[in-house]
Every structure is written in C-alpha cells, then in structure tokens.
C-alpha cells in the first residue's frame, strides 16, 4: 500500500506544480538567453576577410591589459573578454577589446601583463585574430 500512496503523492504534487508553471516566462527566459548566447558566439567569431586582404594580414604582439570570464561557456570553452594593446610598426600601441571563447590550454596565458601572437589587417581593429597555436 505504500507505493500507492507515494504513487498517488508524487501525481498530486506534479499536477500542482504544473498548474503553477507560467510556461510563457519560461519560454521568454529561454528565448533570451538564447539571444544572448548568439550574440556572445557572433563576437567570438571575426568576420572572414576578404582573401586579397588576407595578404596584406601584419603579424605583430599584443599586450593584455584587462581579462574577465564571461558567465558563459560553449562546451569546454570559456568566454573571455579582452583588453588588449597591439604593437604597431613604428611603436604605436593600438588598444582593442575582443571577446574570445577560450580552450581550458589557454586560459592561463590570457593574464594582465601576457604577451600575445596576433595578426591583423592595418588600421582594421575589427580584423584582430589571436595566433593561439
């Protein structure tokens, strides 16, 4: 009779939780976070230049500044922020901020102070790749 009666109270209390469910929050709650997770995917990944650009790619070092995890991973990835300054020729340091999804093998290399193989178009921030390999 025991089993029953557990069967009978766990019915019971799945149908009074299901009357409490607002499936419409829930599905906005998903519909944002998944809006949320698109954007931080499209930031993580540059844009493809255009391959005759591709050639004229300078390969230079940047300097971390600033590094913060973002509450978000894509499989084993973590989501970092960057802050970086890219050495130009000539010895201008140019500042610029990317968002990289980063493997657990290079978490540690991406500290304040780190030294960093990039490459990118000139005069193009927005081309900046990350020579992890």
Known sequence: MGFLKDLATLTRQGYEAQQRMDVG?????ASASMEQASRIMAATTPAPAEPHLEAQRLRT???????????????????VELELHVRMPGGVPMPVARTEQLAPLHLARAVPGATLDVSLLPGRADTLRIEWA
């Open 25 to 29: 929050a829930t599905m906005a709650q």
């Open 61 to 79: 070092t940047a300097t971390v500044l600033g590094a913060r995890q973002l509450p978000i991973m894509f499989g084993m990835n973590a989501v």
